[in-house]
């Protein structure tokens, strides 16, 4: 780069228009999945919503390098665009949300925003906030003893 010159701050961070475009859409689409979750819910065809709209830049960009099935992810409730970062669907969250026996996460048996995928290692998570943090802790305790590179991310609010 010549003097006097400047960079865009994502080419600073490494990132490419390609990866704006998608850290973009996985925003919309957490978005997108939180307001039609809140449309059915006042229609009385989803019986419990949690909201996670104004989270959703911090928890794309905090989850954008992550490696799914190899990194692992002890969300909350409020997670949608993290897990939808790494590749869970809107189709996941639905069946999910309306607790259909085909719901990914759990078959249809736990509460919605209780997501988990063991493909894309998102463990269960659980109502009571904080349970996550030792159990992320202890997981990257094993990546440490281990010598391996994960990274564990958890979030809380």
């Known amino acids: 780069m010549a ?9 600073v961070l490494g990132l490419g228009e390609d990866d704006l475009k998608s850290m ?11 307001e039609r979750s809140w449309i059915l819910n006042r229609q ?17 960009g905090a989850a954008y390098n992550l490696r799914p099935g190899h990194d692992y992810v002890y969300p909350y409730y409020r997670d949608h665009g993290i897990v939808t970062t790494l590749g869970m669907t809107a189709r996941d ?3 999910a949300l ?4 085909d719901d990914p996460n759990s ?3 736990q509460m919605p925003g209780h997501f988990s995928s063991r493909e894309l290692n998102i ?12 159990q992320a802790a202890g997981t990257a305790l094993a990546f440490k003893m281990r ?7 958890t979030s809380g609010g």
């Open 3 to 11: 003097i006097g010159e400047t960079r865009a701050e994502h080419e």
């Open 24 to 34: 973009y859409r996985s925003m919309l689409l957490a978005r997108r999945t939180d």
């Open 44 to 60: 009385g065809k989803a019986a419990f919503v949690i909201s996670c709209q104004g989270q959703e830049a911090a928890q794309v």
């Open 93 to 95: 969250e639905f069946l």
């Open 98 to 101: 309306l607790g259909r026996r």
């Open 107 to 109: 078959g249809g048996r």
């Open 123 to 134: 463990v269960t998570a659980s109502a009571p906030i904080g349970v996550q943090y030792p």
């Open 147 to 153: 010598g391996e590179d994960g990274v564990v991310l």
